[in-house]
């Protein structure tokens, strides 16, 4: 028991090590670079080009861009993930979801620093407490907190 213990804890150090959070900031900047350029600034905080998909097979110009940290093969899981959504070419959104408790609060407690303010809450049934929606003049950005991740969307008004 104590073993398995040892264990956890020293797995939960090592991905603590390896997870880089994001800010609102960086995400913002994120929204603005051209794709090619993304991949090198995102892989210094560690995360890995997983994939690029077609969101929808019929339309070429619909892609997502995956990039994880800790990717498991076998689960498909990450331990973090980033993701850009592109449309005809202009990136329609971009997720940053983390299964760290204090990346996202180092996130949400940046907020304020970014220019967003609150602006409302709605709850889904799998998550742990109510989403919330906060806007600044140009971006919305919506945190949905689950069982054991926080996922961030941010995207053009």
């Known amino acids: ?27 913002i900047n994120y929204f603005k670079t051209e794709i090619s350029a993304i991949s090198p600034s995102i892989s210094k905080k560690n995360f890995k080009l997983i ?10 110009n619909s892609y997502t861009y995956f990039w994880a940290v800790n990717f498991d093969t076998k689960t498909e899981d990450a331990f973090e993930w980033f993701t850009v959504s592109v449309y005809d070419e202009k ?13 996202y609060l180092t996130f949400k407690q940046g907020l304020k620093k970014s220019g967003f303010k609150f602006s409302q ?16 003049d140009k971006f919305i950005l919506t945190i949905q907190p689950r069982f054991d991740r926080w996922t961030i969307y941010l995207r053009k008004k």
């Open 91 to 103: 990136k329609s959104r971009i997720m940053y979801e983390t299964k760290s408790k204090a990346n």
């Open 51 to 60: 994939k690029k998909s077609s969101d929808n097979l019929d339309d070429k």
């Open 1 to 27: 028991m104590k073993k398995t213990l040892f264990t956890l804890i020293c797995s939960i150090g090592v991905f603590s090590l390896f997870a880089q959070e994001l800010t609102a900031n960086e995400l």
């Open 121 to 136: 809450n709605f709850k889904n049934p799998e998550e742990i407490e109510p989403s919330a929606i906060y806007e600044n």
